[in-house]
Nanobody
Framework: RVLLAESGVGSVQAGGSLRLSCAPS????????MGWFRQAPGKEREGVAT????????FYADSVKGRFTISQDNAKNTVYLQMNSLKPEDTAMYYCAAEKSPRGIWNTEGAYSYWGQGTQVIVSS
């Protein structure tokens, strides 16, 4: 069963924008945190942004601050990642992750129990 389903436009030219969506299944409704990670070929998976469900506090990697915005629509139980001013180095597989029992540091994989299948983002120069 797919617990987290990511979607979004897969490719864009440098300087353009994309919006990714993450729709959790009812099984993980009530999650306390939801985040986006990414992994480029040959590189480690890194935390991009996280939002705390109650209150909407956000965290961002330094590399995306000012360009990316994470948000949530509680009515739809959906989390979004708006990506502006995209750069070729943003090219990666993007994964949505959720946690119902917060623990650890926001940008570490071990802090999340539920993961999506990932969606490919390609930014061309």
């Amino acid at each position: 069963r797919v617990l987290l389903a990511e979607s979004g436009v897969g490719s864009v030219q440098a300087g353009g924008s994309l919006r990714l969506s993450c729709a959790p299944s009812a099984y993980i409704y009530g999650h306390k945190c939801m985040g986006w990670f990414r992994q480029a070929p040959g590189k480690e998976r890194e935390g991009v942004a996280t939002i705390v469900s109650d209150g909407g506090k956000t965290f961002y990697a330094d590399s995306v601050k000012g360009r990316f915005t994470i948000s949530q629509d509680n009515a739809k139980n959906t989390v979004y990642l708006q990506m502006n001013s995209l750069k070729p180095e943003d090219t990666a597989m993007y994964y949505c992750a959720a946690e119902k029992s917060p623990r650890g540091i926001w940008n570490t994989e071990g802090a999340y129990s539920y993961w999506g299948q990932g969606t490919q983002v390609i930014v061309s120069s």
